[in-house]
């Protein structure tokens, strides 16, 4: 095949300088760097080796060792991997592939090598490559897929200006474009990718009008980049045309409503989607479940603060919203979505020993209310199981940095109930308490430490309110530390 021996191999130097710099990467490299298992293992032990190395030719001769004795499905995961983090070893790592016995020429990490060498200054050779590639290419419909892909690649890197030569390339085919509905839904995704909705949405009308059936995806894409860009009608009308296209509101695409509604705080538009969602019996995901919740500032800066008044039951939250959310239709949605018990199902798993209530994926507020609908639900299923827990993890897929929060909030919340479960000894990510404890917890009353009609004193009462309960509250989580449960 041409050279990609013209790709320059890193500049010499200490391994720092060849820290990896996050940039956006395509679905596509994603899903060919999650190889997992032992292809997982190796990569981790090939991205150490590389850290280790202080000179360029040391680094060639790991690689080359590398893709000479891999499979592969591990070789090409490690490429995306380095292609995802912006690594300038993915340019020799390349070439090593394109000389492996196996190797099978692919738009998508052609695409990808030329625009992080176009992104590392080496314009050049990302022009060289690319030109190399497309003469390979014999027919129309791989070169459409390759423009596409050219696209997505140039735009994730903020290339904008080289993705826009490519779109001209691509509109300059001869129409309707090869390949078919494959082709379209190309370059939908591409031109959603460079914020080019209006342009998607023509492409997605074509490709209609040319008898090609889209997926809810397709339609999906162009929605949520007209709702990136605060186009709320625009993205509407979208979705609305799936109907016409035959096609059912799923999840997905209520997801990306809820997230549109969520990032331009319309709660009144919430509001009517999730009633919509209900009469559809389209059920809100945990993703929905965080979009919502997010967006509503007063739960938000409760779960933040937990101040004394506090909300301590669905009711009491709903009530509370009512009274003293500046929000107008706050309460109301968050009202609505409690209505759904679909996310706490999911959330809950019983057993014949244990149920545990999973808040992995939840935001922090997500979590606050979620624990007031979980605590709701064991009031009014009295039999259960022989241990009751609630998993909130140790924090490490949290991007602040300290004490795990949603743990924190977890002990905060079920600690000022009164309830009886402590951190385990085995796992720090796990509150655990006895059936017979819990029951007792459960037929016990408990509201927020400062009535809900005290909220209105001035601001030195509520200092003074707030002081002892405050005290008492962390005296009890610093002693409850050295009593953990056996499990």
């Known amino acids: 095949m041409p050279a990609v021996a013209s790709l320059p191999p890193p500049a010499p130097g200490p391994a720092a300088l060849r820290r990896r710099r996050f940039s956006p990467a395509s679905a596509s490299l994603r899903r060919a760097a999650s190889g997992g298992g032992s292809s997982w293992r190796s990569e ?35 490429l995306s991997r380095l292609l995802m983090d912006s690594d300038p070893l993915a340019v020799p790592f390349y070439e090593a592939v394109t000389q492996a016995r196996w190797f099978k020429w692919s738009s998508i990490h052609a695409a990808a090598v030329a625009a992080l060498l176009e992104a590392n200054g080496a314009a050049e050779e990302s022009r060289s490559l690319i030109a190399d590639s497309a003469a390979r290419l014999e027919s129309g419909a791989d070169l459409a897929l390759f423009y596409c892909d050219l696209m997505a690649a140039f735009s994730s890197r903020g290339l904008k200006r080289r993705a826009m030569d490519f779109y001209a390339q691509l509109r300059a085919m001869p129409t309707p ?3 078919g509905g494959k082709t379209y839904m190309a370059m939908i995704k591409s031109l959603c990718m460079m914020g080019l909705a209006a342009e998607a949405e023509e492409a997605l009308r074509v490709m209609l009008s040319l008898g090609y059936q889209p997926d809810a995806f397709q339609f999906g894409l162009v929605a949520k980049c007209y709702g990136k860009a605060g186009q709320l009608a625009e993205m509407e009308r979208v979705i609305a045309s799936m109907s016409d296209a035959g096609i059912r509101l799923g999840t997905g695409a209520a997801n990306i409503v809820l997230s549109c ?18 009469k559809l019996r389209v059920t809100p995901t945990t993703k929905g479940y965080n979009f919502v919740l997010n967006s509503c500032p007063t739960v938000v800066s409760m779960a933040r603060e937990l101040d004394p008044s506090l909300p301590l039951s669905a009711a009491q939250l709903v009530r ?44 922090i507020t997500s979590a606050y209310v979620l624990m007031l609908q979980w605590v709701d639900a064991l009031k009014v299923d009295r039999t259960l199981p ?30 000022r109930t009164g309830s009886p479960l402590r951190l385990s000894a085995r796992n720090k990510g796990r509150l655990v308490a006895k059936r017979d404890r819990v029951k007792h917890w459960l037929a016990t009353e408990w509201t927020s430490m400062v009535p809900e009609e005290s909220t209105d ?17 962390k005296l009890g989580q610093f002693f409850s530390s050295f009593v953990p449960v056996s499990r």
Request: with cysteine.
């Open 457 to 473: 004193q001035s601001t030195n009462s509520s200092d003074q309110q707030q002081c002892l309960p405050n005290l008492l509250r």
């Open 177 to 179: 474009l090869a390949g």
């Open 320 to 363: 509370k919203l009512k009274s003293a959310s500046p929000w107008p239709a706050e309460a109301e949605v968050v009202q609505e979505l409690l209505a759904a018990s679909s996310v706490l199902t999911k959330a809950m798993v019983w057993s014949e020993t244990e149920v545990k209530l999973n808040l992995h994926g939840f935001s």
């Open 261 to 278: 509604y969520s990032a331009c705080r319309e709660h009144g538009k919430m509001l009517a989607w999730l009633k919509k969602m209900r």
């Open 44 to 78: 981790r032990r090939l991205m150490s080796e590389l850290e280790r190395t202080v000179t360029a030719g040391a680094a060639e001769r790991v690689i080359r060792g590398y893709v000479g004795t891999k499979s592969e499905r591990a070789a090409l995961a490690a």
């Open 386 to 415: 022989l241990e009751v827990s609630v998993v909130c993890g140790v924090g490490k897929h949290s991007d602040v940095r300290g004490e795990p929060k949603v743990r924190e909030l977890a002990q905060e919340v079920l600690s």
